[in-house]
């Protein structure tokens, strides 16, 4: 059995989790979800138990004897979280606290706890998760997470991407459809904070992977925050022509962020060496108020970014979490009484096979050319 398989990462993980759901889209597409592990889909394939197995999974995380007090990174090909991380109305810091790494603790039921299997199908599973949370301003916030995911067949896949595929190229795809509703008595408003639906993509990173962000080119103000983590080196990002490109070879930790006024519904990476194409599809709203996510509380609130990027690489003391990267999508933050609810949609999709075939798909979704995608970081 290969590793780096979708064999191996089944059996690896059937080995620790009995809720493990296999959904197929009647071909050789396969999706596996985890309602142990936070409704995550863990990873898919487009080939079959042997193919390649796309999403990123760190293996050592499941034996450790004690939980990790921060983060438990299993991993996972698209997980959901909540936000804001930082900021004013933080859900991982405790109020009055630094916002500083000791401090720093993800939320147990986005991290640690199981989830409600609902109902499942062949192709489809619904799940769900109730949980208290108090975020940095002391505000009580009574949760209800809901998460669909479902995968779809490649004739589906290319209708909405309006692609005409090559017969030489294999693709998997699923979407989900994540919510929160307030199921507390008081209103989550712009002075109390509101929380927000965050998604993030977890995948294997190679020497010539990129990261694909279309952007709004016929707008004002800056088009990407690039400090997150210190500003990414010039010779890592590179924007022309409406498209950033973000090198993403797991060597060197940088994170992106683009506003909603900057923001398109689509993003991707292409990764050279293995010919793997991916694609994720998400709900932006322009117009809406995004939290900042930045660990400190004298931003603005409600400034926050809509799409983000994300290399990892090693810590200053030499550590390193993965490596991956990832490729993330916000909701607005979720201002809702009482029984309201929010909806975010995003959709993850690869494409192997004939690189002349996967250039015409990236030129229609991203806009741009493979060769000019490998060429920048060269």
Same mark, same amino acid.
């Given at each position: 059995m290969? *590793?780096?398989?979708?064999?191996?990462?089944?059996?690896?993980?059937?080995?620790?989790?009995?809720?493990l759901?296999?959904?197929?889209?009647?071909?050789?597409?396969?999706?596996?979800?985890?309602?142990?592990?936070?409704?995550?889909?863990?990873?898919?394939?487009?080939?079959?138990?042997?193919?390649?197995?796309?999403?990123?999974?760190?293996?050592?995380?499941?034996?450790?004897?004690?939980?990790?007090?921060?983060?438990?990174?299993?991993?996972?090909?698209?997980?959901?979280?909540?936000?804001?991380?930082?900021?004013?109305?933080?859900l991982?810091?405790?109020?009055?606290?630094?916002?500083?790494?000791?401090?720093?603790?993800?939320?147990?039921a986005?991290?640690?706890?199981?989830?409600?299997?609902?109902?499942?199908?062949?192709?489809?599973?619904?799940?769900?998760?109730?949980?208290?949370?108090?975020?940095?301003?002391?505000?009580?916030?009574?949760? *209800?997470l809901?998460?669909?995911?479902?995968?779809?067949?490649?004739?589906?896949?290319?209708?909405?991407?309006?692609?005409?595929?090559d017969?030489?190229?294999?693709?998997?795809?699923?979407?989900?459809?994540?919510?929160?509703?307030?199921?507390?008595d008081?209103?989550?408003?712009?002075?109390?904070?509101?929380?927000?639906?965050?998604?993030?993509?977890?995948?294997?990173?190679?020497?010539?992977?990129?990261?694909?962000?279309?952007?709004?080119?016929?707008?004002?103000?800056?088009?990407?925050?690039t400090?997150y983590?210190?500003?990414?080196?010039?010779?890592?990002?590179s924007?022309?022509?409406?498209?950033?490109?973000?090198?993403?070879?797991?060597?060197?930790?940088?994170?992106?962020?683009?506003?909603?006024?900057?923001?398109?519904?689509?993003?991707?990476?292409?990764?050279?060496?293995?010919?793997?194409?991916?694609?994720?599809?998400?709900?932006?709203?322009?117009?809406?108020?995004?939290?900042?996510?930045?660990?400190?509380?004298?931003?603005?609130?409600?400034?926050?970014?809509?799409?983000?990027?994300?290399?990892?690489?090693?810590?200053?003391?030499?550590?390193?979490?993965?490596?991956?990267?990832?490729?993330?999508?916000?909701?607005?933050?979720?201002f809702?009484?009482?029984?309201?609810?929010?909806?975010?949609?995003?959709?993850?999709?690869?494409?192997?096979?004939?690189?002349?075939?996967?250039?015409?798909?990236?030129?229609?979704?991203?806009?741009?050319?493979?060769?000019?995608?490998?060429?920048v970081?060269?």
């Open positions: 290969k *590793k780096g398989s979708f064999e191996y990462d089944e059996e690896f993980l059937r080995k620790r989790d009995d809720s759901i296999v959904l197929s889209d009647g071909g050789l597409g396969m999706v596996l979800v985890s309602p142990k592990y936070q409704g995550k889909v863990f990873t898919s394939t487009a080939d079959g138990s042997f193919g390649k197995s796309f999403g990123w999974i760190k293996y050592e995380t499941f034996d450790l004897k004690q939980p990790d007090p921060h983060m438990n990174a299993f991993g996972g090909e698209d997980r959901l979280w909540l936000g804001p991380e930082g900021g004013q109305f933080s991982f810091f405790k109020p009055g606290t630094k916002m500083e790494f000791d401090n720093w603790h993800t939320p147990a986005v991290d640690s706890e199981s989830w409600e299997l609902i109902a499942k199908s062949g192709k489809k599973v619904s799940l769900s998760k109730s949980t208290h949370l108090q975020n940095y301003a002391g505000t009580n916030l009574s949760i *209800k809901e998460r669909d995911i479902e995968i779809m067949e490649p004739k589906a896949i290319q209708q909405l991407l309006r692609i005409d595929a017969t030489s190229v294999r693709s998997v795809g699923f979407s989900t459809v994540n919510s929160i509703r307030n199921t507390g008081k209103a989550w408003d712009k002075t109390t904070g509101a929380p927000c639906l965050w998604n993030l993509d977890m995948f294997t990173p190679s020497p010539r992977v990129v990261i694909v962000v279309p952007y709004n080119e016929g707008t004002t103000g800056k088009v990407a925050t400090n983590f210190g500003e990414i080196p010039k010779d890592r990002i924007y022309k022509n409406g498209i950033l490109l973000f090198k993403a070879d797991g060597k060197s930790r940088g994170k992106l962020g683009i506003p909603p006024n900057r923001a398109k519904n689509m993003a991707g990476s292409y990764d050279a060496e293995n010919d793997v194409l991916t694609i994720t599809m998400f709900d932006v709203d322009s117009t809406a108020s995004y939290l900042n996510q930045e660990w400190k509380t004298d931003t603005a609130p409600y400034s926050g970014d809509a799409v983000n990027a994300y290399n990892d690489g090693p810590l200053a003391d030499g550590k390193q979490m993965g490596p991956f990267y990832e490729i993330e999508s916000v909701s607005p933050a979720a809702l009484k009482p029984g309201e609810k929010l909806t975010h949609q995003h959709s993850v999709f690869h494409f192997t096979g004939n690189k002349a075939a996967l250039n015409k798909i990236a030129l229609k979704t991203l806009g741009i050319s493979l060769d000019d995608i490998s060429a970081f060269k």
